[in-house]
């Protein structure tokens, strides 16, 4: 007779451990290797007897929490960290517990008391050292951020102390209060150069020339850059008047009278051939300035005009239709009034125009019923009658408008700068349009602000600037480093590719755990394959000890 003898393991649950690695380890590791929480250290020292966490590591905290794509404010790092690995990714004697509200607050404050603006410098500039990068065009622009609440404390005397109050609103909410931030960005990987937090009613055509006045000797002594890349707000006559120490590229403003006149000259011809690109320069003086201005004809912004124009252009003209028939259905006391208003309404007509017209009388009796055959009225009121049909012309000329633009550049010699350089060195400025999409997409983890401190929101901006920095270098080494091993990465799908995303080797690394096993804590690294090691040993060792057995 057979005898089944069943068995359970014994094994306490407390015997293994498990901790979310995921990528955090690539952001720890990029962290380390810019140097960022021993220069903060230097500039921020640690009180040895009060404080467990560092400056450095708790701005290292700040930057995985943001990094960590879980959609957690910055008041909740804690509970992050509850299920990370934390003394693999910050270091030895730290625990999730340490990083607190009061750490976080009182690293902020730090921040501040030493100035954001100049702390981040220091950071972006130890960076861009350390990755090699070539300093050819920096980017110039300005994005705000919304901020949730309405109280914000006392004002400050500090001039420092920027004001979150209203403002133009890049988050098409005006109705709330919010700040601004402007960066510079590098153009080969997108580093931001510079960051500096604004008040919330910040004019971009002001606070660029305030930019260059204050850092045009930094401009020139430490970044070294070739060319200054802005957007329209950039080319107004004062601004260019203090550019005269530095090349730069810019979009002249559709609104100017020269930039009219310009497209339309050379619009009709250019755009007679539409499936063609095309380019024509002149020089000109503006402000001043002698300066190239570049006409660029682009055949795919022509099919994107085609359809918004067309949208547009309908949108207008029913408008003026709809107004028209309201003052056909008016009554006037006379003629000359009828006359009057019909005058008045043709002079603010844009994109129609009034083909026939007429006024005509009308009765009125105070009886009511049908009046009788010869029944005299008691009064007279006058009608306006009419066709109203559209104009070709403000149809082309939005046209021309939306399928050609104007960039404008003090370096004058095309030997030195190409036409098709210049256009290439504006395309660059989606660079600093990517860094500020990346800081307000939703799972990031200030996409909205939450904190009341005007002072911590400046020292936060810092901190979320920080972690562009990260991100973005993290990418440009992953692709360099593919690209020199003449390596490749597998994409979504499953195609081998050597450019890809940081985004999305975070995602592959998701599902990467560190395993406890016993009081002795032996580790076991789980879900690692051929691909996560191929990225670990392009990125050098310090990157594979993180996810080693021995880290």
């Known amino acids: 007779m057979a005898v089944h003898v069943e068995t359970r393991s014994m094994v306490s649950p407390a015997y293994y451990t498990s901790r979310n690695l995921n990528h955090l380890g690539l952001v720890s590791g990029m962290v380390d290797e810019l140097g960022i929480v021993s220069l903060i250290d230097c500039c921020l020292p640690k009180n040895e007897e009060k404080q467990v966490v560092s400056c450095g590591q708790a701005v290292k905290a700040m930057i995985l929490n943001g990094l960590g794509f879980h959609h957690r404010a910055l008041y909740l790092t804690p509970h992050f960290f509850q299920d990370k690995p934390v003394d693999r990714l910050l270091g030895e004697g730290i625990e999730a517990e340490h990083i607190n509200d009061d750490l976080l607050g009182r690293t902020l404050d730090a921040i501040f008391r030493y100035d954001p603006t100049r702390l981040y410098g220091q950071i972006a500039s130890q960076a861009v050292l350390s990755l090699g990068l070539n300093l050819y065009s920096g980017h110039l622009d300005t994005t705000s951020f919304h901020v949730d609440g309405n109280s914000y404390?006392?004002?400050?005397?500090?001039?420092?102390?920027?004001?979150?109050?209203?403002?133009?609103?890049?988050?098409?909410?005006?109705?709330?209060?919010?700040?601004?931030?402007?960066?510079?960005?590098?153009?080969?990987?997108?580093?931001?150069?510079?960051?500096?937090?604004?008040?919330?009613?910040?004019?971009?055509?002001?606070?660029?020339?305030?930019?260059?006045?204050?850092?045009?000797?930094?401009?020139?002594?430490?970044?070294?850059?070739?060319?200054?890349?802005?957007?329209?707000?950039?080319?107004?006559?004062?601004?260019?008047?203090?550019?005269?120490?530095?090349?730069?590229?810019?979009?002249?403003?559709?609104?100017?009278?020269?930039?009219?006149?310009?497209?339309?000259?050379?619009?009709?011809?250019?755009?007679?051939?539409?499936?063609?690109?095309?380019?024509?320069?002149?020089?000109?003086?503006?402000?001043?300035?002698?300066?190239?201005?570049?006409?660029?004809?682009?055949?795919?912004?022509?099919?994107?005009?085609?359809?918004?124009?067309?949208?547009?252009?309908?949108?207008?003209?029913?408008?003026?239709?709809?107004?028209?028939?309201?003052?056909?259905?008016?009554?006037?006391?006379?003629?000359?009034?009828?006359?009057?208003?019909?005058?008045?309404?043709?002079?603010?007509?844009?994109?129609?125009?009034?083909?026939?017209?007429?006024?005509?009388?009308?009765?009125?009796?105070?009886?009511?019923?049908?009046?009788?055959?010869?029944?005299?009225?008691?009064?007279?009121?006058?009608?306006?009658?009419?066709?109203?049909?559209s104009h070709v012309e403000p149809y082309q000329r939005m046209l021309q408008q939306k399928s050609c633009f104007i960039l404008a550049t003090n370096e004058v010699d095309q030997d030195i700068l190409s036409n098709q350089a210049v256009l290439d060195t504006y395309k660059d400025q989606q660079k600093v349009e990517r860094g500020f999409r990346f800081l307000k997409d939703p799972l990031f983890m200030a996409s909205t602000v939450f904190l009341k401190s005007p002072q911590r929101i400046m020292a936060l901006m810092m901190v979320m600037t920080l972690c562009l920095l990260v991100y973005a270098a993290l990418e440009h080494r992953i692709r360099m480093s593919l690209q020199n091993a003449d390596q490749s990465f597998p994409d979504q799908k499953g195609k081998l590719i050597s450019n890809p995303t940081v985004r999305w080797v975070f995602q592959f690394f998701a599902g990467i755990h560190v395993l406890l096993i016993g009081e002795d804590q032996a580790t076991l690294i789980l879900n690692m394959n051929e691909h996560h090691w191929l990225i670990l040993r392009l990125l050098g060792d310090a990157y594979e000890r993180i996810y080693s057995g021995n880290g």
């Open 153 to 389: 404390g006392t004002p400050s005397d500090d001039s420092r102390v920027i004001q979150i109050t209203r403002g133009y609103s890049r988050d098409h909410r005006p109705d709330l209060n919010q700040i601004v931030l402007e960066l510079i960005c590098e153009g080969q990987a997108g580093i931001p150069l510079l960051m500096t937090s604004l008040s919330g009613n910040s004019n971009d055509k002001v606070v660029f020339r305030e930019t260059i006045r204050t850092y045009i000797s930094q401009y020139n002594a430490d970044w070294k850059l070739d060319y200054l890349v802005a957007d329209s707000a950039l080319y107004t006559a004062e601004t260019l008047a203090k550019l005269s120490e530095i090349k730069w590229i810019t979009r002249v403003p559709e609104t100017l009278t020269l930039a009219r006149d310009f497209i339309g000259e050379m619009a009709p011809e250019i755009m007679a051939k539409r499936d063609e690109m095309a380019m024509q320069s002149l020089c000109v003086w503006y402000g001043g300035v002698r300066q190239r201005w570049i006409f660029v004809y682009s055949p795919e912004a022509y099919q994107r005009a085609l359809k918004s124009c067309q949208k547009s252009f309908l949108k207008k003209t029913t408008a003026e239709l709809h107004a028209f028939e309201k003052l056909c259905g008016e009554s006037f006391a006379c003629e000359a009034d009828a006359d009057k208003a019909l005058l008045n309404f043709k002079k603010k007509l844009k994109y129609t125009e009034i083909g026939e017209s007429s006024i005509h009388a009308s009765p009125r009796y105070k009886r009511r019923g049908r009046p009788g055959k010869n029944q005299i009225p008691d009064t007279w009121v006058y009608q306006i009658e009419g066709i109203l049909f």
